[in-house]
C-alpha cells in the first residue's frame, strides 16, 4: 500500500493558513443609523428616476434628518438639496426654494444656486434669478462641470425678460455641453427651449425640428407632460408653417394630456383645437 | 393790815390772769395769721411758667391754671412787652411740675358753654423730659363760642343752599313733585292693565301646563316600564361585561409578562435578518439579482414641467 509523504500532509495544512492571511479582512458593520439613511437615499433615488417625485421628497427629507441627527453635515446638505429637487419636480416651488436656499455647503454651492434660480425663474422672480445666477456664472467657470446647466438656465433667464436673440444663442451653446454630460432631459429642455425662440424669430424649420428633437427625447424618457408640451409647440409650430398639420399635433396633445390626466394641458389642448377649427 | 394783804393777794391773781388772757389772744392770733398765710399759699413751694400770645383777651392776673381739670396754680402777671406781644406768667405749685412736659402746651378754654376762661396746661407726648422752672411754653387758644358760631355757619350754608334748590325743584310744575305725581299715577293705570292681561296669561299658561303635565305623566309611566326593563336585564348583562372585563384583565396581565420580551426578540430577530439580507445581497449570485443601489446624483432636470420654454401664445 501506498503511504502518503509526510510533506504532502504539512503542504495542506500550509495552503488553507496562507489562503486565510491573504484573504482581505471582514470590514466592520456600518452603524444602523447611516445604513438607514443610505437605503433611504437609494430608494429615494430610484423613485424618483421612475418619477414618483412626492415619496422622493418624503425620503430625502427623512434622510437629511436621519443624517443630521449623527451630524453628518455634508450628506444632509446633498440630501436636502436632492429634496429641493424632486419638490421641483412636484411643482411645489417654493417650498425648493427655501430648502436649496438651506444648503450652504462650499462644495454644494453650485448645485445648491442651480435650484435656486430654476425656482426663482419658475417664480417670475427676475431680478433675484439674475443676481443668483450673476453669482452661480462666477463660481462655474470654464471647466465647470455643470456649465451646460448653467448657459440654459442663462438662455432661460433670456427668455423670461424676452431677449429672444439672446435665448437662441445660450440654448444652442448649451446643447453640446450637456450632451457630453449625459443629461437627456436637460438636452430635450434646451431643445424646446430653441424651438421656442426660433419660432418667435420667425425661422419654422429651424424651429420644427428642434422642437421635434425635444420630443424624441421626451419620448424615450417616457415623461407624458413633456410629450403633451411638446406636441402642443409643434401645434403652434404648425400653425405658422403649415396650419394643416398643427390640427393633428392639438390631437396628440390631447390625446397624451388625457391619458396622463394633465387637466390643464387637457384644457390647453382643446384650445388650440378651437383655434384651429376657427 | 391784813386788809392790804388781802388786797395784794387779789391784784395779783388779777395781773396773772391778765398776762394769761393776753398770751391766749397773742397765741390765736399767731395761729389766725399762720392760718392765712397757708391758705393763701404763701408758705407753699412755687414753680413759674412763661408763655407769649398776641393778645391779653380772656387772661387776667389771678385766673386759674390747670392741668387735668384740677386747680394747680394761678397767672401772676400779665405784661405788654417793646415788641407789642403779651406776656404771661403762670405760678403754680412746685409739686405739680412733674406733669408738665417741654412740650407741653397751654390752652385758653372756657369752663363749658358760657364758663369762665381758664388756662390749661396739656402735657405733651414725651414725659420723660420734663419742664424746668420758669421754662417758657406754646400758647394756643381754643375755639370759642364765636369760631364755632362760624365754623357751624360756614356748614349751615351750603345745606341751606340745597335745600332750597331741592324745595324748587319739587316746586316745579314740569319736573317735580306734581308732575312725578301724575307719572305715578300713568304708572299705575298701566301697572293695573298689565296686571290683567298678566292674569289672563296665567290662565292660559296654567292651561297648558296642565296639558303637559298630563303628557309628562304619560311619559313617566312609560319610562317605569322601560325601566323595569331594564332593571331586569341590567344586572344579567353587568355580570357578563363583569366576566369580559376580567377576562380582558387575565390576557393583559398575561401580555404585560409575554409581549415586551417578544418584542425585544422580534426586533433582534428583524436585526439578525437585515443583517443576513445585508450580506446575502452582496454574495454571488444573489448579488446579480439585486437591484443596485440607485446613484445618489439625480439626473438634472431644470424644467420639469415644460413651462419655462412655452412658446408665446
Known amino acids: 500500500m501506498h503511504r502518503a509523504e509526510p510533506w504532502r500532509y504539512a503542504a495542506l495544512l500550509v495552503v488553507p493558513l496562507l489562503a486565510a492571511c491573504g484573504a482581505s479582512p471582514k470590514p466592520l458593520p456600518e452603524p444602523r443609523p447611516r445604513v438607514q439613511a443610505q437605503e433611504l437615499e437609494s430608494s429615494a433615488a430610484r423613485r424618483y428616476a421612475q418619477g414618483d417625485y412626492s415619496a422622493a421628497a418624503r425620503h430625502f427629507a427623512e434622510a437629511a434628518r436621519l443624517r443630521s441627527s449623527f451630524d453628518d453635515a455634508a450628506a444632509a446638505s446633498r440630501n436636502r438639496l436632492q429634496q429641493a429637487q424632486a419638490e421641483l419636480a412636484l411643482g411645489q416651488t417654493q417650498r425648493a426654494l427655501d430648502h436649496a436656499s438651506q444648503v450652504t455647503e462650499a462644495s454644494l454651492q453650485v448645485q445648491a444656486l442651480l435650484l435656486q434660480v430654476q425656482a426663482l425663474l419658475t417664480l417670475e422672480r427676475g431680478d433675484a434669478a439674475q443676481a443668483r445666477l450673476a453669482r452661480l456664472t462666477a463660481l462655474c467657470e470654464a471647466r465647470c462641470a455643470e456649465r451646460g446647466r448653467v448657459q440654459l438656465l442663462q438662455a432661460r433667464a433670456a427668455w423670461a425678460q424676452g431677449n429672444v436673440a439672446q435665448t437662441a444663442r445660450q440654448a444652442e451653446a448649451a446643447l453640446p455641453l450637456l450632451r457630453e454630460q449625459s443629461e437627456e432631459r436637460e438636452v430635450a429642455n434646451a431643445w424646446r427651449l430653441l424651438a421656442a425662440a426660433r419660432l418667435v424669430q420667425g425661422d419654422g424649420a429651424a424651429a420644427l425640428q428642434a422642437a421635434q428633437a425635444a420630443l424624441f427625447i421626451d419620448r424615450q424618457l417616457a415623461v407624458p407632460e413633456k410629450i403633451a408640451r411638446d406636441w402642443l409647440l409643434i401645434g403652434d409650430i404648425q400653425r405658422r408653417v403649415a396650419s394643416s398639420e398643427a390640427r393633428m399635433a392639438y390631437q396628440r396633445a390631447l390625446a397624451v394630456a388625457q391619458a396622463a390626466g394633465l387637466k390643464e394641458l387637457v384644457q390647453l389642448a382643446e384650445l388650440s383645437l378651437k383655434e384651429t377649427s376657427q | ?313
Open chain 2, 1 to 313: 393790815m391784813s386788809m392790804l394783804i388781802e388786797q395784794d393777794s387779789e391784784v395779783a391773781l388779777l395781773h396773772r390772769g391778765t398776762r394769761r388772757f393776753l398770751l391766749a389772744g397773742l397765741l390765736v392770733t399767731l395761729l389766725i395769721i399762720a392760718a392765712i398765710f397757708v391758705r393763701q399759699g404763701l408758705l407753699r413751694q412755687t414753680a413759674v411758667l412763661t408763655f407769649v400770645t398776641e393778645s391779653a383777651q380772656d387772661i387776667n392776673k389771678g385766673q386759674s391754671v390747670k392741668i387735668a381739670g384740677f386747680k394747680v396754680g394761678a397767672v401772676d402777671t400779665v405784661t405788654l412787652r417793646p415788641d407789642g406781644q403779651v406776656e404771661v406768667e403762670l405760678e403754680i405749685d412746685a409739686d405739680s411740675m412733674r406733669f408738665v412736659t417741654r412740650d407741653a402746651v397751654i390752652e385758653l378754654r372756657k369752663e363749658g358753654l358760657v364758663g369762665s376762661a381758664v388756662l390749661e396746661i396739656m402735657p405733651g407726648a414725651d414725659r420723660t423730659r420734663l419742664a424746668a422752672n420758669g421754662a417758657k411754653l406754646a400758647f394756643t387758644r381754643a375755639d370759642g363760642l364765636t369760631a364755632m358760631a362760624n365754623s357751624l355757619r360756614d356748614k349751615i350754608l351750603p345745606i341751606l343752599g340745597d335745600i332750597k334748590v331741592i324745595t324748587g325743584t319739587l316746586a316745579d310744575s314740569r319736573q317735580g313733585l306734581p308732575a312725578t305725581l301724575g307719572q305715578v299715577r300713568e304708572a299705575t293705570a298701566s301697572l293695573n292693565t298689565l296686571l290683567k292681561t298678566g292674569n289672563q296669561q296665567l290662565g292660559d299658561v296654567g292651561q297648558a301646563a296642565t296639558r303637559a303635565v298630563g303628557k309628562a305623566e304619560a311619559g313617566l309611566v312609560q319610562l317605569d316600564k322601560t325601566l323595569s326593563t331594564v332593571n331586569n336585564r341590567l344586572p344579567v348583562l353587568l355580570d357578563k361585561a363583569q366576566g369580559i372585563v376580567e377576562h380582558i384583565e387575565k390576557i393583559t396581565a398575561e401580555a404585560e409578562s409575554t409581549v415586551p420580551p417578544l418584542l425585544q426578540d422580534g426586533r433582534a430577530v428583524a436585526s439578525d435578518v437585515r443583517e443576513i439580507l445585508t450580506g446575502a445581497k452582496t454574495a454571488w449570485p444573489i448579488k446579480n439579482l439585486v437591484e443596485a443601489p440607485a446613484s445618489a446624483s439625480l439626473k438634472a432636470d431644470s424644467d420639469p414641467r415644460a413651462e419655462g420654454s412655452r412658446a408665446p401664445r
